[in-house]
């Protein structure tokens, strides 16, 4: 069972999450701001992040700079989620070094590829893809 852990100030927002991440299959990990998140990642151990970008404490950005200088965590996945939606996010979300991001509300479709299309490195469909690919390109 994958694992992730959601840092997200917003206990509606943080309870929504969790919602669609359990019926999902996932095991969460909750925590309030990016400072706390830290904390727990060796502890925990999560398959990937999602990461709220307004926080108190330590924010989004914040907390994928610690992430990403970090030489045991740096190539964890991490997603932003971000109440902005304005032009030009998305570059400097990618900038900082996020995965991608989901906007709120959260669209599960949107969830849905996002997480597939980061964890799909040890999904054993992708595997057999791969697999495939390679004896094709060997031929
Ligand atoms: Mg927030």
């Given at each position: 069972m994958k694992t992730v852990l959601i840092a997200?100030?917003?206990?509606?927002?943080?309870?929504?999450?969790?919602?669609?991440l359990?019926?999902?299959?996932y095991d969460v990990i909750e925590t309030?701001?990016?400072?706390?998140a830290l904390?727990r990642i060796a502890e925990a151990q999560p398959d990937i992040l999602l990461v709220?970008?307004?926080?108190?404490?330590?924010?989004?950005?914040?907390?994928?700079?610690?992430i990403?200088?970090?030489?045991?965590f740096?190539?964890l996945p991490v997603l932003?989620?971000?109440?902005?939606?304005?032009?030009?996010?998305?570059?400097?979300?990618?900038?900082?070094?996020?995965?991608?991001?989901?906007?709120?509300?959260?669209?599960?479709?949107?969830?849905?590829?996002?997480?597939?299309?980061l964890l799909?490195?040890?999904?054993?469909?992708?595997?057999?893809?791969?697999?495939?690919?390679?004896?094709?390109?060997?031929?």
């Open positions: 997200e100030d917003n206990a509606v927002n943080r309870e929504l999450l969790r919602e669609l359990e019926i999902r299959g309030c701001n990016g400072e706390e904390q709220d970008l307004g926080m108190p404490v330590l924010d989004g950005f914040g907390t994928i700079q610690q990403r200088d970090n030489p045991t740096h190539s932003a989620v971000t109440a902005y939606a304005m032009q030009g996010d998305r570059e400097k979300i990618l900038n900082a070094g996020f995965d991608g991001y989901l906007s709120k509300p959260i669209n599960p479709v949107a969830l849905d590829q996002e997480l597939e299309r799909n490195k040890n999904n054993p469909i992708s595997a057999l893809e791969d697999r495939a690919e390679s004896t094709r390109s060997r031929s």
